[in-house]
């Protein structure tokens, strides 16, 4: 391809909208345009590194046995209702109406078109296990939708769908489905990890989400230093501290405290220590005798955080947490939030493990403007539930026996679960088993952020001067920049010569056939992360030589014209 | 590919709610299945069939010079009130709001996406021409989606869009593309003619459409039996008669019709024969002196039908055509349709250029229930204008000067327009030209139906037992049909050989490893209308042969095993 008749649309300037270096590069580097909140038109360049991941993707799904169908967009409402998701899913699920007033959703995920595909077509465990995917546009109306394509509107995902007799065999396609995961992130050349997860409004039992490391990354993941445990911070556990709680050595005690509504108001002006201090969560749940809602006291060491999907987990605790407001817990406690406490609650209290084994701490003494020191577990409050609750924190005992846990983020690309039976039970889809009776199947699903990988993998390979893509990801294989091609015929003649021997070769190559000065067709290259830049300039030409540039390693090579085609082209594809 | 692990899902009952051939055999043959009406899920060995047919479409646009991008399906309403077709189109056109209520089109084409694209980053003369094309899911939600994928509501489509300085340079990318349609439809194998078309809401001057032959086809196209002329018969000029118009014979005269209301009615009760007549059609036009909605007349030889385009060009005729309510005829004429004619009518006539050379003809009196005979223009009728007005019909002379016309039924499958500045200018896309003054860009836009090739395909290539593909279409390039597997461990190894080998030869094979009657096995590669299929028999492998049937040409051939895999192989890729 000539840069004379692409459309390469980079750009000096970063824009001001854009937060993240991905979604600055991809702008700068004439990859993406906005077309509306949350909705990217993919340049040239840009639409080539996305093919190529879809690419990847698709070998390894059929490498794994997955078999590539195509689903709609436009799913019809009543699918979702049997499913029982139409009422679940909050706005993010964009329903519109057809001419005729009848209710579909753009699909953020196809659970329920595959499910009755397949109860329709399947009829015999014969024809199990069978493992179904596509790539294909998803949609999800995303309340705030930002960092460019990393959390779009509109955007291109792998969905698989695997179905089954048994959970046995769930279980063997999602080990190869894990597998599948693993060498697609490898192949892409990126530095990612399979952590286990929640399951989410998904639903099912175990669920792995890949995650490419960055530090721009939405998530925080738990890795152990001693194995290879690695788990969402939503999910991993924080184990029962080990040491035994301190006896009680202090009397309860209050103190005025009218101004610190905070932990660090505590701190700062009474010089309480935050984990020598609990904080008291009150949320909605535990019905009383009528059945009416009502409310649930969680209580975490002060310099703890609340984990929400833990908290949900408790059968007290309604799901989703929903944190109770302020005039019901004045109605019920009488004090406001910043001075509550367990000491004399009249509602269910459910304490963090690691806030279950204080001993002597503070918390408000549920009148404003008072706390309590001294207080003391069984000898203060009788009645409480010791509940795993808080996030973990670096440091902490890995839950897998070994070591201690490291937190890193990353960007989420990947999730597969092992749905079970919850959309095969609600839409009733079953086979005939052996021994003849209908069976419900058994489900699996796994989904790759196929677009979302393209700006994970800039978050995760740049410098100051741009992307510098793994060789899989890159838009073109090698750069020709002829440096001042109208002074001479000579460069003008070893250029197109050098690009139409590469091109015969199968590289593709990006020539750079404008009339720029040097300086920008270099940053240009740069910007776009192309792997390898060859420079035709007077001076080595009359060595017979050209430059080789390698833009992840900045290394410089200096070649024989007549050998640099068979000696770029094996390095390039070795 | 083993059948035991596809999902294979031939039908053997004719599908009740498919109307055409391609639409019952993709259903039968496992290629689609509908989700909810106009949206169809394609099962993986439709997508192939699909897949090769964008992969064809990829390679002629790249090797034509057009640039792929990617953008979004969901598109702000703003663009289309911008270039005016947000009120044009009608409920089609999909509408939805988005969580925050703001208004959306999902796009049925990218005129506008494209043009605020192309004006926001093309700046200079010296960045064009430029051509830009995607392949993509289109939405329109048809009226009435029938015919399986033929018009969907959910489709792909490759939509291809040329930026312009100057005409002359639009009409050199438009024959460039013309060229690579061709090509196209060429590589695909199909039978196709490019004819000239109308421009209708897409806008622009010059426009041809690409048709697959088919006895199904929705479209009447006329071809000259002398020339390559062709043209839809929308857009095909009926030339004025060369004949001379006689003399008057006759004396006016009326005669009583109580009875007749149409053409068919005079032939029977009264002997009129239907060229020997004409229909007076009256459709709203001619605002009166005070811009009152007039109405005119249109005449036509009572054996041709009203080209509602063709009217439409008539500078007195509302655009669309609208014919007149009969209240509204009948407060003008004092007569219902049915009794009216040109004699004494008080309107703008507009007279096809084949009724206008006829003499001594019938026509309604304005009066019900009464006709004339032995009018005459100009004697009997003193103002009207002469236009073509009718669809050209079998033995018309060719508008190319050369033979006559024939008339056949095609398929739509590509349209390519040129489209001006319809676009360009209400959008005001313009780039800096060669006098540094702002110039507004020429725009060309070029549609393939991907998705409806593959119905057309089938319209074209069928037989009682399914599908024959072209060569570049099937889903697979050879079938293996061991016979009786379970009967004997020979069958089962050879096949399994030769699987393998023609795998690694990199022929795309469908194994049929089910425990099958051979009888199923035949009709399921028949029905998908694999090209090639390889038998396997206990008594031809007594002689050590196996035994080659041709889908298209239903040709057997006996061959040695051990030479079956290079011919194939050979006859395959030849």
Redesign the interface.
Known sequence: MRTS???L?TLKETPSDAEIISHQLMLRAGMI?K??SG??????S??KV?RKVEQVVREEMNKA?A??????????ADLWQESGRWEQFG??L?R?N??HNRP?A?GPTHEE?IT??VR???SSYK?LP?T?YQVQ?K?R?E?RPRFGVMRA??FTMKDAYSFHLTEECLAQTYQRMHQAYCNIFERLGLDYRPVIADTGSIGGSVSHEFHVLAESGEDAIAFSTESDYAANIEKAEALAPTEARPEPSKELNTFATPEAKTIADLKAQHGVKPHRGVKTLIVYGAPDENEQRGLVALILRGDHELNELKAEKHPLVDSPLEMAKEEDIFAAIGARPGSLGPVGLKMPIIVDRSAAVMADFVAGANKDGEHYSGINWDRDVAEYDVFDLRNVVEGDPSPCGKGTLQIKRGIEVGHIFQLGTKYSEAMNAGVLGENGKNQIMTMGCYGVGVSRIVAAAIEQNNDDYGIKWPTALAPFELAIVPMNMHKSHRIPDIAERLYSEFTAAGIDVLFDDRKERPGVMFNDMELLGVPFTLVIGERNLDNNQVELKNRRTGEKLMLDIDQAVAAITAQIRG
Request: net charge negative; no cysteine.
């Open positions: 008749q692409y459309i649309a345009r077309l509306a909705l990217y038109t993919w340049l040239p840009g639409l996305l046995g078999i590539e169908m195509l689903m709609p967009v436009i799913q019809p706005p993010e964009l519109i057809d001419r579909f753009l078109v009755d595909f329709k077509e399947i024809q069978l179904l546009t949609v109306d309340v509107r509109e």
